[in-house]
């Protein structure tokens, strides 16, 4: 399970950090600091991951917000397109963020 975040600390002097951690395994999976309005960039950084390992995770842990809904929607059409059982809903796990 990878947990995919972006934290807003810093949006007072125009900046985010984007971030996704493999749970398992705590190997951090990318890490970025960028520009708070980029919101493609956390769905770039996604295909960018799964392409580079060259594999899909089981399942995606993250908030709600706008900059996550293109990453949940690709999860759970990569998740179908390899015949996995585990697609909609239980490939991605949605919540509040932190």
């Known amino acids: 399970m990878w947990h ?3 934290w807003d600390k810093f949006k007072p002097y125009g900046f985010s950090v984007h971030r996704c951690m493999d749970w398992f395994s705590r190997r951090l ?3 970025e600091l960028g520009a708070q309005t980029k919101c493609s960039r956390m769905f770039d950084l996604f ?3 799964v392409r580079q390992i060259k594999g899909i995770p ?3 842990g993250m908030d709600n ?3 996550n809904g293109l990453i949940g929607d690709m999860q759970t059409l990569l998740r179908l397109l390899n015949d996995e059982d585990s697609a909609e809903p239980t490939c991605v796990l949605e919540g509040s963020g932190g």
Request: charged share 35%.
């Open 4 to 6: 995919i975040d972006r």
């Open 29 to 31: 999976l990318w890490l």
């Open 47 to 49: 295909l960018d991951t």
């Open 58 to 60: 089981k399942m995606i």
């Open 65 to 67: 917000g706008s900059e």
